[in-house]
């Protein structure tokens, strides 16, 4: 698969797309589990969410994104937005102005680490700005 070029509006939204799956997926499995152990939901919902988290662990491999350290740091900057609003959507969970910024503060990181300047070999600064 050939990624579109670091910074383009496609890879914007391909980078932004895969991450929304991937939150999906990984929130979605967890409070699958969360459900059965915690709410006594039936057993297959446990094991409905254990199957969209393998799932979930796979996602993350069709990122353009080559540094799994750097991938996973963004993701984690995304997550937690995420998870305040699938908490908010299915669980009622009042979120409250810490929450949204902490996420604004979050979600500011992840831009910082997307589209900060670094060497072609994604080492370092440029030195050039």
């Not at 069709?62 to 305040?84: E, M, N, T």
Request: aromatic share 14%; glycine share 16%.
């Amino acid at each position: 698969m050939v990624a579109p070029a670091h910074g383009s509006a496609a890879w914007v939204a391909m980078v932004a797309s895969l991450m929304l799956v991937t939150g999906l997926a990984e929130i979605g499995g967890g409070w699958l589990v969360w459900q059965h152990v915690r709410n006594s939901k039936p057993w297959w919902w446990a094991a409905l969410g254990s199957c969209v988290l393998v799932v979930y662990g796979f996602i993350p491999t069709l990122q353009p994104l080559d540094d799994f350290g750097r991938l996973y740091a963004v993701y984690g900057g995304i997550f937690i937005g995420a998870s305040f609003a699938w908490g908010a959507v299915f669980d009622g969970m009042k979120v409250d102005s810490g929450d949204i910024i902490g996420s604004i503060v979050c979600l500011l990181g992840v831009g910082v680490i997307l589209f900060w300047r670094r060497d072609s070999d994604g080492e370092g600064d440029r030195g050039d700005g």
